[in-house]
C-alpha cells in the first residue's frame, strides 16, 4: 500500500528531491512551503515522477498561526501520516523577530517543526503498526558544533547568523532524542541527518561556495540519506543521528537527554502547546 508522507519545505532543494524521490516509489507525497511559485513547479515535477497531482500547502513557518492553520489541516483531510520529514529551513543574515516574538531562524527551523509534527503525531500513530512504524527525519547539520544554544530560551535573540544556525541545528538533533524518549513507544522513530554542504538556495550564499564549490553536493545527493531513513529497515534507529547512511557523531551537548528535555520543555511554551 503506498504512504503517506509528509515533506515541509519542499518547493526547493533537499525537500523537492526527496519528494519526488518518495514520489518515484509510489509513495503519496505532500508539499508543504513557503513560496506558491515554487511550490507549484515541484509539484509539477512529483506529479511527473509519481503519476498523481500531489496536495500542496502553503506556510510561512516564521508565522506560528500559518503552521496552526496548516497543521489543522493536514491533519483533518489525511487520516494516517507514515512519514514526516521536517525538512524546512533557512539560513539568514540580520533579520527582526518574528510576529511570534522569537529568533527568526530558531523558528523556522526548529520551533515551527517541532509545532507541527506535534499537531501531526495523532496521524503519526495512526499509521504506525508493529511491522512498520511511522518514522519522523529531520533534517540537521553539522553546523551543530558551533551553535550556541539557550535550552531554557529557544527563541532568545541570535544576532549572529552562523551561531543562530548552528544553535538551530543543534535543537534539531535534541528534538530527535527527546522525540525518541518519549514517542518510540507509539512506534514512532525519529532520526535526524547532516545532508552535507549542498548547492541550495542558502548554501550557495555561503562564503564556503566560492572557496570550495568542488565539495558542495547537489540536492539530489544530499536527499540520499532523507531518502533511506524514510524507507529504508536499517534506518529504524529510535534517536539516531546519519550522514552517508552511517551514523554521524553530533557534540555532546547536541545528545545530552538533560538538554534535550529542558529543550522540549521550553519549546512547548515557546510554541503555546501545554506542557
Not at 35 to 48: F, G, I, K, Q
Not at 143 to 168: F, I, K, M
Given at each position: 500500500?503506498?504512504?503517506?508522507?509528509?515533506v515541509?519545505?519542499?518547493?526547493?532543494?533537499?525537500g523537492?528531491?526527496?519528494a519526488?524521490?518518495?514520489?518515484?516509489?509510489?509513495?503519496?507525497?505532500i508539499?508543504?512551503?513557503?513560496d506558491?511559485?515554487?511550490?507549484?513547479?515541484?509539484?509539477?515535477?512529483?506529479?511527473?515522477?509519481?503519476?498523481?497531482?500531489?496536495?500542496?500547502?502553503r506556510?510561512?513557518f516564521?508565522?506560528?498561526?500559518?503552521?496552526?492553520?496548516?497543521?489543522?489541516?493536514?491533519?483533518?483531510?489525511h487520516?494516517?501520516?507514515h512519514?514526516?520529514?521536517?525538512?524546512?529551513?533557512?539560513?539568514?543574515?540580520?533579520r527582526p523577530?518574528t510576529?511570534?516574538?522569537?529568533?527568526?531562524?530558531?523558528q523556522?527551523?526548529?520551533?515551527?517543526?517541532?509545532?507541527?509534527?506535534?499537531?501531526?503525531?495523532?496521524?503519526?500513530?495512526a499509521?504506525?503498526?508493529?511491522?512498520?512504524?511511522?518514522?519522523?527525519?529531520?533534517?540537521?547539520?553539522?553546523?551543530?558544533?558551533?551553535?550556541?544554544?539557550?535550552?531554557?530560551?529557544?527563541?532568545?535573540?541570535?544576532?549572529?547568523?552562523?551561531?543562530?544556525?548552528g544553535a538551530?541545528?543543534?535543537?534539531?538533533?535534541?528534538?530527535?532524542?527527546?522525540?525518541?524518549?518519549?514517542?518510540?513507544?507509539?512506534?514512532?522513530?525519529?532520526?535526524?541527518?547532516?545532508?552535507?554542504?549542498?548547492?541550495?538556495?542558502?548554501g550557495?550564499?555561503?562564503?564556503?561556495?566560492?572557496?570550495?564549490?568542488?565539495?558542495?553536493?547537489?540536492?539530489?545527493?544530499?536527499?540520499?540519506?532523507?531518502?533511506?531513513?524514510?524507507?529504508?529497515?536499517?534506518?529504524?534507529?529510535?534517536?539516531g543521528?546519519?550522514?552517508?547512511?552511517?551514523?554521524?557523531?553530533?557534540?555532546?551537548?547536541?545528545?545530552?537527554?538533560?538538554?534535550?528535555?529542558?529543550?522540549?520543555?521550553?519549546?512547548?511554551?515557546?510554541?503555546?502547546?501545554?506542557a
Amino acid at each position: 500500500m503506498p504512504r503517506t508522507v509528509v515533506v515541509t519545505g519542499a518547493s526547493s532543494g533537499i525537500g523537492r528531491a526527496a519528494a519526488v524521490g518518495l514520489a518515484r516509489r509510489g509513495d503519496e507525497v505532500i508539499l508543504l512551503g513557503r513560496d506558491p511559485v515554487r511550490l507549484a513547479a515541484a509539484a509539477a515535477e512529483v506529479r511527473e515522477a509519481g503519476g498523481g497531482t500531489p496536495p500542496t500547502y502553503r506556510a510561512d513557518f516564521a508565522v506560528l498561526d500559518e503552521v496552526r492553520a496548516v497543521g489543522a489541516r493536514i491533519a483533518g483531510e489525511h487520516e494516517r501520516i507514515h512519514v514526516l520529514a521536517n525538512n524546512a529551513g533557512l539560513l539568514t543574515g540580520v533579520r527582526p523577530m518574528t510576529v511570534d516574538g522569537l529568533d527568526p531562524t530558531m523558528q523556522i527551523n526548529h520551533l515551527g517543526g517541532f509545532l507541527l509534527t506535534h499537531l501531526l503525531l495523532d496521524r503519526l500513530r495512526a499509521a504506525a503498526t508493529p511491522s512498520s512504524p511511522a518514522r519522523i527525519v529531520t533534517t540537521s547539520s553539522a553546523a551543530e558544533a558551533w551553535g550556541a544554544l539557550d535550552v531554557d530560551q529557544p527563541g532568545r535573540r541570535q544576532h549572529l547568523r552562523w551561531l543562530a544556525y548552528g544553535a538551530s541545528k543543534q535543537a534539531n538533533i535534541l528534538f530527535t532524542v527527546e522525540a525518541s524518549r518519549r514517542w518510540s513507544s507509539y512506534g514512532i522513530v525519529p532520526t535526524c541527518y547532516f545532508p552535507g554542504l549542498i548547492r541550495s538556495g542558502f548554501g550557495i550564499k555561503s562564503p564556503t561556495f566560492s572557496l570550495a564549490r568542488h565539495v558542495f553536493r547537489s540536492p539530489v545527493e544530499g536527499a540520499d540519506t532523507l531518502l533511506w531513513l524514510a524507507t529504508d529497515p536499517a534506518g529504524l534507529a529510535p534517536g539516531g543521528y546519519f550522514a552517508w547512511r552511517a551514523p554521524f557523531r553530533a557534540t555532546p551537548r547536541s545528545t545530552d537527554p538533560s538538554r534535550a528535555a529542558r529543550l522540549w520543555r521550553s519549546s512547548l511554551t515557546a510554541v503555546g502547546l501545554p506542557a
